[in-house]
């Protein structure tokens, strides 16, 4: 378990950027402009997928390694 805490990681706060920028939302100021988060939407999608490219890595590793003993 100790070997996947940093994919679990990356996918947890990856999770957490889009559910924050949900809860946090958009609003139109009085000007016409949009305020919202947009870094929260890429910073999510980096955070998840090194989470499941970490993940699928160290999966990988570990089945070779169990495949050669």
Same mark, same amino acid.
């Given at each position: 378990?100790?070997?996947?805490?940093?994919? *679990?990681?990356?996918?947890?706060?990856?999770? &957490?950027?889009?559910?924050?920028?949900?809860?946090?939302?958009?609003?139109?100021?009085?000007? &016409?402009?949009?305020?919202?988060?947009?870094? *929260?939407?890429?910073? &999510?999608?980096?955070?998840?997928? *090194?989470?499941?490219?970490?993940?699928?890595?160290?999966?990988?590793?570990?089945?070779?390694?169990?495949?050669?003993?």
């Amino acid at each position: 378990m100790k070997k996947y805490l940093f994919s *679990l990681l990356s996918l947890v706060l990856g999770m &957490g950027f889009w559910i924050a920028y949900t809860i946090i939302g958009s609003k139109i100021a009085p000007d &016409g402009t949009l305020i919202e988060s947009f870094y *929260l939407i890429p910073m &999510g999608y980096l955070f998840l997928a *090194l989470g499941l490219v970490s993940l699928l890595l160290i999966f990988g590793v570990s089945v070779i390694r169990k495949h050669k003993s």
